[in-house]
């Protein structure tokens, strides 16, 4: 290994505290974390250490400004018991697009994959055999000097945590395509995982609720008719046996790692998928015309959501029952079978750890 990592291991684990057959999502977390800081213009102090409290000062930048990016991936068993990383180098170079747009120092791939290979060897006991269950990784980065004035701090820190996690939406979502708000335009930070792109999507996302929605369907933010994401997933769309996912070239839609996946596992099963611009107009057209099959969300935390309906102009749309959506449910077995190594992995994606497994 070629970094040094200091590590203090908990006395008093809570695993035997889990009910792994009922999990929420994003409440339940491991018991240990990686730390890093970035002094100096270098990553150094590398230690994993109990689950616990940050130390910062109030005055830190990114309390103020929001200099924060993160990632989200997740770790499954393979039927031997191994723990899987599933492509964790995309995490990474995802992370350091991140960390230019926002002005941060990016942080080796060799790090980054050594952190997450002895926290996850660590915490293996953590990872869940239930259905829809996974061990979600958080890696983030803060920016972290006493400073309120507003520049690009020059200390951070790094952080990976994990938290077992059950499935994100636990229903189909109905969506609200709206011209109110905007999440991102070209030249801004659509692109990145970025904190503040999630804050400012809070207030959209409470009125959408509000309303009987579950989501935000951002849509550009110049004519408000391009189709972008849903914040918390990328959108795909089955018309007339054609795959259309929105394109990235303009940088305002994140690239998702399940939505790469997904457009290789289409591929692979034949269909024909175009990353290309898709206006509301055409969905609603396509939707009135029973030309739609399916709609999908697409993200690491979501995996597959089936959406329900979208709701624009005053008027709801409602997409096909969900006995008939063939391809989103193929898609949902087959990438949770190459994650969890019950399938042949074509593709190279997955990366086993050999720990010793108990029970
Ligand atoms: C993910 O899918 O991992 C995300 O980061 C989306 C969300 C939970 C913020």
């Given at each position: 290994?070629?970094?040094?990592i ?8 809570k ?12 409440k ?8 890093a800081?970035?002094?100096d ?12 409290p ?19 991936m ?28 926002m ?67 636990s ?42 929605f ?6 550009d ?13 990328n ?43 898709i ?6 057209e ?66 086993p ?7």
């Amino acid at each position: 290994m070629k970094y040094s990592i200091d590590i203090n291991l908990t006395d008093a684990s809570k695993v035997s505290e889990v009910d792994f057959n009922n999990i929420p999502f994003g409440k339940v977390f491991s018991d240990h974390m990686f730390m890093a800081d970035y002094e100096d213009g270098e990553w150094k102090n590398f230690e994993i250490v109990p689950f616990q409290p940050l130390n910062l000062y109030p005055s830190a930048i990114v309390l103020h400004y929001a200099q924060t990016i993160f990632e989200g991936m997740k770790v499954m068993k393979n039927p031997a018991g191994e723990p899987v990383l599933f492509r964790p180098e995309m995490h990474s170079q995802r992370l350091n697009r991140s960390a230019r747009r926002m002005a941060m120092p990016e942080l080796p791939e060799d790090l980054f994959l050594q952190a997450l290979t002895e926290l996850i060897s660590i915490d293996h006991n953590w990872i869940p055999n239930t259905p829809d269950s996974a061990l979600y990784v958080r890696p983030f980065m803060i920016a972290n000097d006493q400073f309120i004035g507003v520049r690009p701090s020059e200390t951070y820190k790094f952080i990976i945590f994990t938290a077992p996690v059950g499935a994100y939406y636990s229903k189909p979502v109905k969506l609200w395509a709206t011209d109110k708000y905007v999440r991102a335009i070209e030249g801004g930070t659509g692109f990145a995982k970025a904190g503040g792109n999630y804050a400012a999507s809070l207030l959209p996302q409470r009125e959408a609720q509000a309303q009987g929605f579950d989501q935000v369907m951002w849509l550009d933010g110049i004519e408000h008719k391009y189709i972008h994401e849903c914040g918390t997933m990328n959108l795909f769309f089955v018309i007339d046996g054609v795959v259309v996912t929105p394109s990235l070239d303009a940088g305002t839609v994140l690239a998702g790692i399940t939505r790469n996946s997904f457009i290789h596992l289409l591929k692979a099963r034949g269909y024909e998928v175009q990353e290309r611009p898709i206006t509301i107009d055409e969905l609603v057209e396509a939707t009135k015309t029973g030309k739609v099959q399916d709609v999908f969300g697409a993200g690491t935390a979501a995996v597959v959501a089936p959406v329900e309906s979208v709701h624009y102009k005053g008027v709801t749309y409602e997409f096909p029952e969900m006995e008939g959506r063939k391809i989103s449910k193929q898609l949902k077995i087959d990438l949770n079978e190459v994650r969890s190594g019950q399938s042949e992995d074509t593709f190279g994606w997955t990366h086993p750890l050999n720990v010793l497994v108990e029970g």
